[in-house]
């Protein structure tokens, strides 16, 4: 098998340091493709043409800086080059979206870092790349129901966003991907929002509350009262930081900004924050949705919706809320259980406190959804429920459905498709 070529871009003034570059890359790697430019407009006009994999880029050249290149190399990794005593200057460049810097020392020592860099540059942006093919499962759903959802990698960069959120800060969702964060944020919320962020990512599974403000592409502030939680990422290197904004205003003061596009001012509002999240939720009830679904699919039954996932129980609470029915969530198959036998009305016997419920496959280890159904029914004879699954239709799958299961789902859904599940299944005579 042909190892795949790797493209670098390199953006350098200085022709000695352009030279050793060159010399070391054709030196170390027949892998490596160099392209050579001098100025941001050069570097521009390769862009037009060419992709590449990674871009390494000098502090200044003659018709600009890093500064302002980078954002133009969008998701492409970017390795800031800077001289000794220059530190800060890389910091800035780090928060303002590159990958890493590499110090340029007299005896061009540095270039011995360039293969590590690169293995590591590609490595990560492979991760990132996964997980955020993974997080665009479930994009549809985003758009639907939720007002606000960012991902953001370990090094605060986006990796996803809803469009409606895109929407709201002024930006379309290519322009916000591969951004860092810290360009959204209000400065005067930039450094707790880096401290819950660090507080996030040292303490996996838990949810953390913030109340800050994002900066909109006109100057604008909007207000979100966000709920960060950070998730360890199966099978991939990298953890990630979901931001989900359940309550957002936008606000009419304007942000001034200075010459390089930062945010200099600007006040900030006090929002409730959301309640917190137990494992055990009820998500309130709401209006039906528009007329044209309203009338197949919408309904005012009690649902249980148990799944392990905390965003995917977010997501399926708010949609069906949507369609006007109660619902109520649990976060696995023993949890569920517990929740019907304590919501059973005194005095009604056997008969379920839930019309139906929502149930996920693949929970704890030794519990799964058949395990928990099969309670369900020994506790509930008859009790109505559908199976979402993005494993697909298997054994476990067809033995639920053996035992009751009205029918089966694949994640992920979108609205209409469950909602002519539910109704199917409510509607059915038993």
Do not use: W
Not at 265 to 281: K, L
Not at 401 to 413: A, C, I, M, N, T
């Amino acid at each position: 098998m042909i190892a795949r070529l790797i493209s670098i871009l390199l953006v350098e003034n200085d022709t000695a340091d352009q030279v050793s570059f060159q010399q070391f890359v054709n030196n170390f790697s027949t892998r490596y493709r160099l392209d050579v430019v001098s100025s941001a407009a050069e570097a521009v006009g390769h862009l037009k043409n060419k992709n590449y994999d990674i871009a390494f880029v000098d502090y200044r050249f003659k018709d600009g800086t890093a500064f302002d290149l980078i954002q133009k190399l969008g998701a492409i990794p970017t390795i800031f080059l800077t001289n000794p005593g220059q530190e800060e200057i890389a910091a800035m460049a780090m928060e303002r979206g590159a990958y890493d810097y590499l110090i340029k020392d007299a005896k061009k020592n540095y270039l011995m870092l360039l293969p590590g860099t690169v293995e590591k540059v590609l490595v990560r942006r492979q991760a990132e790349e996964a997980l955020r093919e993974s997080e665009m499962r479930y994009k549809d759903l985003l758009d639907i129901v939720l007002d606000f959802y960012l991902c953001v990698s370990d090094q605060c960069a986006v990796l996803l966003v809803n469009r409606a959120g895109a929407m709201k800060l002024g930006y379309t969702v290519s322009e916000l991907l591969g951004a860092p964060l810290t360009r959204l944020v209000h400065p005067g919320d930039a450094e707790k929002v880096e401290k819950m962020l660090l507080l996030a990512f040292g303490k996996t599974d838990e949810s953390h509350r913030l109340e800050f403000r994002f900066v909109c592409k006109d100057g604008g502030v909007v207000h979100v009262a966000a709920e960060l939680k950070t998730q360890p990422q199966r099978g991939k290197q990298i953890p990630v930081t979901r931001i989900l904004a359940r309550d957002i205003t936008a606000m009419k003061e304007v942000v001034q900004k200075s010459m390089d596009g930062v945010p200099t001012s600007g006040a900030i509002a006090s929002i409730p924050a959301p309640p917190s999240s137990p494992a055990v939720a009820v998500a309130p009830a709401r209006p039906a949705v528009a007329p044209e679904t309203a009338a197949d699919l919408s309904g005012t039954e009690k649902l249980l919706v148990v799944d392990d996932t905390p965003e995917q129980r977010e997501i399926a609470a708010r949609m069906l809320s949507k369609l006007g029915y109660k619902v109520v969530t649990a976060e696995h198959g023993h949890a569920a259980i517990e929740l019907m036998k304590q919501a059973r009305p005194a005095g009604t016997g056997r008969k379920s406190p839930f019309d139906l419920v929502l149930l996920d496959m693949t929970m704890e280890k030794d519990f799964d959804g058949l395990d928990t159904y099969r309670r369900m029914i020994a506790l509930f004879p008859g009790q109505r429920c559908i199976i979402v699954s993005g494993g697909g239709e298997t054994d476990r799958v067809r033995q639920a459905r053996e035992l009751g299961v009205g029918r089966f789902v694949d994640k992920p859904y979108t609205l209409k498709i469950i909602g002519k599940a539910l109704r199917d299944e409510l509607d059915q005579k038993r």
